[in-house]
C-alpha cells in the first residue's frame, strides 16, 4: 500500500517520463520512442511550495508520482 507524502497536482503530459531524482526534485524526461533519442531531464515541479522541500528519501522505499501527480512512496519487498 502507498503512502501519500506531498500534495502536487501535478499535470502529466504525455511522451514525457516523471521521477523523484536523487535530489528530493520531481525530476521529467522526454522518452525515446522509434529511433528517437530522448531528451534531457528537467526540474518540474520543487516542492518547497508544500512545506517539504525536497523529499527526504529512506532506504527501503520506492518514490514515485501517482496517478494524481503527487508524490508518494511504498515499502520495497526486499530483504
Same mark, same amino acid.
Given at each position: 500500500?502507498?503512502?501519500?507524502? @506531498?500534495?502536487? +497536482? =501535478?499535470? &502529466?503530459?504525455?511522451?514525457?517520463?516523471?521521477? =523523484? +531524482?536523487?535530489?528530493?526534485?520531481?525530476? &521529467?524526461?522526454?522518452?525515446? &520512442?522509434?529511433?528517437?533519442?530522448?531528451?534531457?531531464?528537467?526540474?518540474?515541479?520543487?516542492?518547497?511550495?508544500?512545506?517539504?522541500?525536497?523529499?527526504?528519501?529512506?532506504? +527501503?522505499?520506492?518514490?514515485?508520482?501517482?496517478?494524481?501527480?503527487? @508524490?508518494?512512496?511504498?515499502?520495497?519487498? &526486499?530483504?
Amino acid at each position: 500500500m502507498a503512502e501519500k507524502l @506531498v500534495k502536487l +497536482g =501535478i499535470k &502529466r503530459e504525455d511522451g514525457f517520463l516523471y521521477y =523523484i +531524482g536523487k535530489d528530493g526534485f520531481v525530476w &521529467r524526461a522526454k522518452m525515446a &520512442r522509434g529511433g528517437k533519442k530522448g531528451g534531457k531531464p528537467s526540474k518540474v515541479v520543487a516542492t518547497a511550495k508544500t512545506g517539504s522541500y525536497p523529499i527526504k528519501k529512506q532506504t +527501503g522505499y520506492l518514490y514515485f508520482l501517482d496517478k494524481n501527480g503527487d @508524490v508518494a512512496r511504498a515499502k520495497m519487498a &526486499r530483504k
